[in-house]
């Protein structure tokens, strides 16, 4: 309690200045009226002491400094008077309006101001003569023009207080912002990586099993093949990428996102790479030749989808057919790769769901829907399926 009431330097300097100045006024023999019923010097000191003693408490307790301010001006008002007094008391109301409660702000204007133009009319009735305006100019000065100072103080402080707080919280949702576009391109690049080289890789990984796990030699040499034209094009692949990412790329750097025209080159691969496993892939694209070409979101989307899905099929399918569909029903565009689930002999390669992950990723960004899982087909005999339904319509996709 003790320590939240003690005054602070500037506290301190201006009491002791104004009780310095008193004391030099009145030692002076400088005094504000005369004739009151104290005229002794002496007692001018009192009203002086007090005030200055309201300095101390004008910031940590400010409504208290007022109180004890208000009681020394008027107890000053009956002695011989001290412009000091006077001056330490504007002060006190100015540090009452600004450091006070919201409260003190709004009203002590106001009432400083009835004040001041109910003892103007008072003094005016009472001396009937217009020197009596210069009383209340005097009191207007005293109290009126403190508390009006001590708003448009307290004032800018708030809008500068308000200000700050507002450029803080700007920082912080830009950094946000910045945060999350970081984390999406990371994604985005992850996706983008995954999707570029893990066919690749997987058909490297079970041709190598092949080649070290089957002793014969023409095995071998068809497999060291299929892992070299594998690991060239997964090489040219990652190239792609590093141009894509390097700030201010080369000219000359290949940028074109894959369409869904070359999946014939996508699923002629696959079938390469697939033979020693017993997977036959086709196409079936049922979509008008002559339909609006789609947006390059769209595209690249769809296209992943099904590398991934061939990629995946390479991996765990069972021997037997992956048929990948295409099919476009007014603004969807469906995307669908169907495999046989089920155990096969051979080698396989291991997964990590993440390509599953970054499918539902790339479907959650156009607004689509996504969907795998294994499911019996019509003749009894279970299937996995990826079905994705993509939106074809810039504005959709915002949606």
């Not at 002076?28 to 002491?49: D, E, K």
């Amino acid at each position: 309690m003790l320590t939240s009431i003690r005054p602070d330097r500037d506290a301190v300097a201006l009491a002791v200045s104004g009780l310095l100045g008193g004391l030099l006024l009145w030692l002076l023999g400088l005094h504000t009226q005369g004739g009151h019923p104290f005229p002794a010097p002496w007692v001018t000191l009192v009203p002086l002491t007090t005030m200055a003693g309201a300095e101390l408490l004008r910031r940590n307790a400010p409504r208290a400094a007022l109180t004890i301010g208000v009681l020394a001006l008027v107890a000053d008002q009956f002695t011989r008077g001290s412009l000091a007094t006077a001056l330490m008391f504007t002060d006190v109301m100015y540090a009452a309006v600004l450091y006070g409660t919201p409260a003190a702000a709004r009203r002590l204007p106001v009432a400083t101001l009835l004040i001041t133009v109910a003892s103007t009319i008072g003094f005016l009735a009472w001396f009937r003569k217009p020197e009596a305006l210069l009383i209340g100019l005097v009191i207007g000065l005293v109290s009126f023009v403190p508390a009006l100072t001590g708003v448009s103080v307290r004032s800018h402080r708030a809008a500068a207080e308000s200000a700050r707080l507002a450029a803080a919280q700007t920082a912080r949702l830009a950094e946000m912002d910045r945060t999350q576009a970081v984390i999406a391109e990371r994604a985005r690049m992850a996706r983008e990586l995954h999707d570029m080289v893990a066919n690749h890789l997987s058909a490297v990984a079970i041709h190598s099993t092949a080649a070290l796990s089957i002793d014969d030699p023409e095995t071998s040499r068809n497999a060291l093949k299929v892992i070299r034209e594998n690991s060239v094009e997964g090489l040219a692949e990652m190239r792609r990428l590093i141009g894509l990412l390097r700030e201010g790329g080369q000219d000359d750097a290949p940028a074109a996102a894959p369409t869904l025209a070359a999946l014939d080159t996508l699923i002629e691969q696959t079938n390469t790479n697939g033979a020693s496993g017993g997977l036959v892939c086709s196409l079936e694209d049922t979509r008008d030749p002559g339909a609006d070409p789609l947006p390059t979101p769209v595209e690249l989307a769809a296209y992943r989808i099904v590398q991934e899905s061939l990629t995946n099929a390479l991996k765990h399918a069972a021997p037997g057919p992956v048929v990948v569909r295409l099919g476009q029903a007014g603004e969807l565009l469906t995307v669908e790769v169907t495999s046989a689930f089920g155990s096969r002999a051979g080698p396989t390669a291991p997964g990590s769901e993440a390509g599953l992950v970054g499918m539902r990723e790339r479907v959650a960004l156009l607004g689509g829907t996504f969907g795998a899982g294994a499911e019996p087909d019509g003749d009894g005999v279970k299937i996995w399926r990826v079905r994705a339904e993509l939106p074809v319509r810039e504005r959709e996709m915002r949606e």
